[in-house]
């Protein structure tokens, strides 16, 4: 059973750093991509940032230019680098898996809690 362990969330002052990492164990097959999602309180989750198989990223527009996905392949992990942090950051974030091993699969992490205060 394929599944995720976050790290590294926190709390930071307004316009500091933190950089999330997720990483995968078990039987994972071929990855198809990996993304971050967030959940504010009382909001919905929503997408922050993707990256695909081939390396293709997205990002959510209010997190552009401030926030980076990348991967390491051999570590099975995905890390997402949080710079000029703002309260409106505020949430649980989630990593999401997107994977292929006799079929599509997908898996989520347990989230972890990221506080930017003002």
């Known amino acids: 059973q394929v599944q995720l362990v976050e790290s590294g969330g926190g709390l930071v002052q307004a316009g500091g750093s933190l950089r999330l990492s997720c990483a995968a164990s078990?039987?994972?097959?071929?990855?198809?991509?990996w993304d971050w999602y967030r959940q504010a309180p009382g909001k919905q989750r929503e997408s922050v940032a993707s990256?695909?198989?081939?390396?293709?990223?997205n990002y959510a527009d209010s997190v552009k230019g401030r926030f980076t996905i990348s991967r390491d392949n051999a570590k099975n992990t995905v890390y997402l680098e949080m710079n000029s942090l703002k309260p409106e950051d505020t949430g649980v974030y989630y990593c999401h898996l997107e994977f292929t091993r006799w079929g599509r699969s997908q898996v989520w992490g347990q989230g972890t809690l990221v506080t930017v205060s003002s």
């Open positions: 078990g039987a994972i097959g071929s990855i198809n991509a």
């Open positions: 990256i695909t198989s081939g390396g293709t990223t």
